[in-house]
């Protein structure tokens, strides 16, 4: 939604994803160049190749089509506008010039699919050029956009790295992947915006633990913009305000100043320990997934690293990492962690983390593809390549292995088996590795596995729940869709059945379990954990200090009162509110 708040001043609503208040100016992020390579094929290729094509625009109309439901949320001419352009956007994807055009240069003059795909681009771009019509010339930017969407998706290129920017880039775009976010450098950008993107995507995982101030979800955004305006993003209200009025920038400004003073008050608890009013003590770790954000996680004063999601090592790149290269970065993690726990999740690339060097297609529904554990079964060498890796590091620092989006006992079963072959290989190569070899755990984040949690309580050394997946499969809510962020909720009674049912099977078999999703970052979320019996929180190195401070607040008899309360209740609203009336004293507004 567009409020207009005073002259020039344009203010858009969209979802909070991490806190924070970034002053600076627009960086609209475009495509910029994408690497083209180009071959001849031979004639038996023409087909797949062709087939490449058809994916690429597939997936480009999807891009489109969601960006038109969007549009329709800009209301009135601007909507108009928005779905004329996109319209025009879509027959192009269609039975158009171009797409026919393309397919006879696959198939008559022997062009890989990205060859032809910009040798026709630039044809049309000609073409309309030479006629010297206004409407025409404006046109050229809208095919060169449905060239670079096709480029990029048959290139598996993500969206420009980040160079040249301006001092407090903003950046600003349509939809930004896990794997462009990573790209970002906090040191060099002040915010982050977008019209396309979920609250729990990996995107938002991303630039919370970048510490971004985000918002996504913003209808309207780039609509008019060219860059360099001046902008403030508003990443706790969910606000993003173009042009703002000196009274807005002086409102603006003094909300950064009291963020930051509340920021270095709760650094002061880093090496005090997390322990509530009546002394249960809680170990609190961080999610990590770029290694530069060692640094970080040392300085939040978290305990050990809970979830390493190592699926980032694999993306942007062309080729995977060999087994020396992951080994090496594991062993200046885990020295640098001197002595703290690290938890490495095996790679859970497919959904919505694609790393085209481990062959995960997009498919027809990727958060229910060929995912985690599944990719690493079907791809076996590349699952041992990476426990081996594992395995070598361990022997500098105590280390765990984490397996991700298990539905089955027997899938568990087989990863141990991987694991133990690697390890008979790197002993009998006398490799050292740790005495005893690392527990191997399961990620419960798949109702079906929640379910199943008394049994694979007794195959797996401990237990990691993902509340991001396990709401997301739980209530059939797309994490990292815009549209039904407002549905998405783990506070449902279906998921936190699911939580307590696998909590009490862990402690049933005397096995560890830790809640590594975005709920044990959430302060609002503390106590009820808590009084469900859980006693290890992984979360987005940001947010420990708060959830650190409201664990000081909590009584931890109280917290079992409130859990016992919410548990019996079967209305999310009804449980939305207990949970904040157990929060009343502790909230820490940033
Ligand atoms: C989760 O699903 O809650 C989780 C921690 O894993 P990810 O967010 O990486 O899917
Ligand atoms: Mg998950």
Do not use: W
């Not at 902008?231 to 706790?236: F, K, M």
């Not at 791809?379 to 590091?393: D, F, G, H, K």
């Not at 506070?491 to 099977?505: G, T």
């Not at 019996?533 to 200090?545: A, E, F, K, Q, V």
């Amino acid at each position: 939604m567009t409020i207009r708040a005073a002259e020039d001043e344009i203010v858009l609503e969209g979802l909070a994803i991490a806190r924070g208040v970034a002053i600076g100016v627009v960086f609209p992020h475009d495509a910029g160049t994408i690497k083209v390579p180009e071959r001849r094929i031979e004639t038996d290729q023409v087909e797949a190749e062709c087939a490449r094509f058809a994916e690429a625009v597939a997936s480009a109309g999807r891009q489109v089509e969601q960006l038109q439901e969007k549009a329709v949320d800009l209301g009135g001419a601007a909507a108009e506008e928005m779905g004329y352009l996109l319209d025009a956007y879509r027959q192009m994807l269609k039975g158009s010039r171009l797409t026919r055009g393309v397919q006879h240069r696959i198939a008559e003059k022997l062009l890989n699919a990205e060859a032809a795909v910009q040798q026709e681009i630039s044809e049309i771009v000609r073409g309309f050029e030479a006629m010297e019509d206004a409407y025409l010339a404006a046109r050229v930017a809208d095919i060169k956009d449905i060239g670079r969407r096709l480029l990029r998706s048959l290139t598996h290129t993500p969206y420009r790295p980040f160079t040249d920017l301006p001092r407090n880039a903003v950046i600003l775009a349509d939809e930004m992947t896990p794997a462009d976010t990573a790209l970002l450098d906090p040191r060099r950008v002040a915010g982050l915006a977008t019209v396309v993107g979920g609250a729990e995507s990996h995107t938002a995982i991303m630039a919370r633990s970048l510490g971004l101030p985000t918002v996504l979800g913003v209808s309207g955004l780039l609509r008019g913009l060219h860059g360099g305006e001046p902008i403030i993003v508003d990443g706790t209200g969910g606000l993003v305000v173009i042009n703002p009025s000196p009274e807005t920038m002086g409102r603006y400004r003094k909300k950064r100043a009291d963020c930051l003073r509340a920021r270095r008050a709760l650094a002061r608890l880093r090496d005090v320990p997390a322990e509530t009013r009546d002394g249960t003590r809680i170990l609190l770790q961080a999610n990590m997934e770029l290694p530069a954000e060692v640094a970080a996680v040392l300085e939040s004063g978290a305990e050990g690293i809970g979830l390493l999601r190592s699926e980032f090592m694999y993306m942007n790149r062309d080729d995977v990492p060999s087994e020396d290269e992951q080994y090496h970065l594991l062993r200046e993690l885990i020295e640098r962690l001197g002595g703290r726990r690290l938890t490495v999740r095996t790679f859970d690339a497919g959904g919505d983390k694609l790393a085209p060097a481990l062959g995960c297609s997009i498919g027809p529904n990727p958060a229910l593809g060929l995912r985690a554990i599944r990719l690493g079964l079907a791809r076996p060498e590349l699952l041992e390549t990476q426990l081996s890796a594992i395995l070598r590091a361990s022997a500098h620092g105590p280390v765990r292995i984490l397996i991700p989006m298990v539905a089955t006992v027997e899938e568990l079963r087989m990863a141990r088996k991987m694991m133990e072959s690697a390890l008979a290989r790197l002993t009998a190569a006398g490799i050292p590795v740790s005495d005893p070899p690392p527990p191997l755990g399961a990620m419960i984040e798949i109702p079906g596995a929640a379910l199943a949690a008394d049994a694979l309580a007794v195959e797996a050394d401990f237990f990691a729940i993902g509340t991001n997946d396990l709401t997301q499969y739980t209530l059939a809510i797309d994490r990292s869709d815009e549209a039904v962020a407002h549905l998405f909720n783990p506070l449902h009674p279906a998921v936190l059945r699911l939580i307590q049912f696998s909590a009490d099977a862990a402690a049933k078999a005397g096995i560890p379990l830790c809640v590594c999703g975005e709920m044990a970052g959430d302060p609002r979320y503390t106590a009820l954990l808590l009084g469900l019996g859980i006693r290890d929180l992984s979360m987005s190195t940001n947010n420990l200090p708060m959830v650190k401070q409201r664990i000081h607040t909590i009584d931890q008899s109280a917290a079992e009162i409130c859990a016992r309360a919410v548990m019996a209740e079967s209305d999310s609203a009804r449980i939305a509110m207990l949970v904040d009336t157990c929060d009343a004293d502790g909230r820490c507004e940033i």
